[in-house]
Nanobody, 124 residues
Framework: QVQLVESGGRLVQAGDSLRLSCTASGRTFSRYVMGWFRQAPGKEREFVATISGSGGMTSYAASVKDRSTISRNNAKSTVYLQMNSLKLEDTAVYYC?????????????????WGQGTQVTVSS
């Protein structure tokens, strides 16, 4: 069982930067592939970024690829999402997720554990 707690979401202006954090409980954090997803009002949850257990492999959604960096600190059981040049369309609830098997995953159904989400609002 893994419990995930996100933090760092807030109201920012377009063009600003933001770093989200997700801290996991448990002692085997490095075994989990971690992902970030987001859900805007009235829209389906969508993939943002994912990172392998070692941190050596990453993958991003096209909409954030050139503006975002996913990273992890296994000693702190924490995964991060650094987002730069934020746009209005980045407004959403951001969720952290973990999967215990397989490689990098972009499908939300493939993740086993989810956090409660953190709100990011980008204003003009």
């Amino acid at each position: 069982q893994v419990q995930l707690v996100e933090s760092g979401g807030r109201l920012v202006q377009a063009g600003d930067s933001l770093r989200l954090s997700c801290t996991a409980s448990g002692r085997t954090f490095s075994r989990y592939v971690m992902g970030w997803f987001r859900q805007a009002p009235g829209k389906e949850r969508e993939f943002v970024a994912t990172i392998s257990g070692s941190g050596g492999m990453t993958s991003y959604a096209a909409s954030v690829k050139d503006r975002s960096t996913i990273s992890r600190n296994n000693a702190k059981s924490t995964v991060y999402l650094q987002m730069n040049s934020l746009k209005l369309e980045d407004t959403a609830v951001y969720y952290c997720a973990a999967r215990s098997a397989g490689g990098l995953g972009t499908a939300s159904f493939s993740y086993d554990y989810w956090g409660q989400g953190t709100q990011v609002t980008v204003s003009s």
